[in-house]
């Protein structure tokens, strides 16, 4: 049998266990010990293949940094964090008509920084800003919308999980990725908001006038939150800086966060276990679905079946920008069906060689990439982050919280166009900074 029809083989098998709910990470690492032992004819260097890997990922310094953000995460979400950034945004713009919704994106925008979680951000805005909009007569529709399209901000804002995973499995320097996020982050909240000021303005009904804050409640909303704004800063203006590498960072953010919730009074014994609980869960669940990607990648490249699937699509003569056209489209469908790690892992070693072939750079691929899996997030029929609102606002419909994401929605497509049409928004800082790629 030629070794790519057992790619194939294994390829379908990856898919038949993850459609019988079989972890995609247990899945991917069947897979490739099954494909690697039989083009082998020999399963010895395919356990061999299974054990390197699994030990080299473990001892990975790249993929130290995600059990650390994901720390820094959840200490920040029990010291309160949220809460404060959302009090900033609130009383800088809180002035304007739907002024809660625009501080509602500002607040995801903040905690994102320091969460690097799309679903983090979101149930936690839900409990933060939710309350606050509806006690105001805010539409629910607007509120749920906001709230969901925001936590997407989680993402892409540095430090962001999702990219550290991108440049690990891509072997992609995470800094570099972090500082070509930035821009094409601010332009997502920029689009969020002026999303939420053309609603409010064609539909008055969805919010309510703002009211200026006074001086006295800015200055306290500052006063409480310069914690989580020296957090913030401290993580990604290090980073920017380069006054810490990406595991610096990744070390002193979750420290200080740390120590932000036990000086408020906030970290009790119970809060700092169930911390330690969470992060342990997502980190295993993360490395798990990055070691079985590893083996099965390996696998099907010996194959030889990536580079038939890209000579196939190059001798059909497509252009490259139908070809990213197309990608878009398949992971926003991904994104809409599976979570965010889970997309991405089972479409790199197939996905990557293709943009490569086409002189695409990988940098700016990654922002695409992570972009279009966001809005998949929000996207019916399913989208995460939606479900997720569902099931903390059993009283709300589904419906409405879907109509209430769809103009952001229609932004993010908006922005997605702009970045592909135009690649330099997205590598303009990174050439300023002359940063490694």
């Known amino acids: 049998m030629e070794p790519y029809i057992i790619g194939l083989l294994g390829m379908g098998l990856m898919l038949l266990m993850i459609f019988i709910q079989v972890p995609i990470g247990v899945s991917m690492g069947i ?162 908001m002026l999303t939420i000021y053309i609603m409010v303005r064609r539909n008055p009904d969805l919010a309510p006038e703002g009211t200026p804050s006074p001086w006295s409640e800015i200055i306290a909303a500052l006063a409480n939150g310069w914690a989580a704004l020296i957090l913030m800063i401290t993580v990604t203006g290090g980073i920017y800086l380069g006054v810490f590498s990406v595991n610096e960072s990744a070390s002193v953010g979750a420290f200080m966060a740390f120590l932000i919730a036990l000086l408020r009074g906030r970290l009790s014994l119970a809060n700092f276990w169930q911390a330690l609980r969470e992060t342990a869960g997502t980190t295993s669940m993360i490395y798990l679905m990055i070691i079985g990607a590893s083996i099965f990648t390996y696998a099907v490249s010996i194959s030889g079946l990536p580079q038939m699937i890209v000579d196939g699509i190059r001798d059909t003569g497509v252009s490259g920008i139908w070809v990213v056209l197309m990608l878009m489209l398949m992971y926003l469908i991904l994104g809409a069906i599976f979570d965010t790690i889970s997309s991405m892992v089972i479409t790199i070693p197939f996905v990557f060689p293709l ?83």
């Not at 006690?135 to 936590?151: F, M, P, Q, V």
């Not at 399913?382 to 994401?405: E, R």
Request: proline fraction near 5%; include cysteine; charge should be neutral.
């Open 31 to 192: 897979a490739g010990v099954l494909t690697f032992g039989i083009i082998r004819g020999d399963f010895g260097p395919a356990m061999t293949l299974f054990g390197t890997e699994t030990v080299s990922k473990v001892a990975s310094t790249e993929l130290s940094v995600i059990p650390l953000f994901l720390l820094m995460g959840a200490f920040a979400t029990v010291g309160g964090l949220s809460s404060d950034l959302y009090r900033i945004a609130n009383a800088l713009i809180g002035n304007v008509k739907g002024g809660l919704a625009l501080a509602t994106i500002g607040g995801c925008a903040g905690f994102g920084a320091v969460c690097g979680s799309s679903i983090a951000t979101a149930t936690t805005m839900t409990r933060v800003a939710l309350p606050e909009m509806m006690a105001r007569n805010y539409s629910e529709k607007l509120a749920t919308g906001s709230i969901a399209a925001g936590g997407t901000l989680g993402m892409l804002i540095p430090p962001s999980i999702i990219l550290v995973l991108y440049g690990v499995l891509t072997e992609q320097f995470v800094k570099t990725l972090f500082v070509a996020a930035l821009v094409p982050a601010v332009l997502a909240v920029a689009l969020h």
């Open 355 to 437: 943009i490569l072939s086409y002189g695409y750079d990988p940098i700016w691929w990654g922002i695409l990439t992570v972009m279009v899996i966001e809005i998949g997030m929000i996207t019916p029929p399913i989208g995460m982050n939606v479900f997720v609102m569902k099931a903390m606002l059993p009283n709300t419909k589904l419906s409405t919280i879907y109509a209430g994401v769809g103009p952001f929605i229609a932004a993010d497509i908006l922005r997605l166009g702009i970045l592909i049409a135009f690649p330099a928004i997205s590598l303009w800082l990174v050439n300023i900074l002359n940063l490694p790629r």
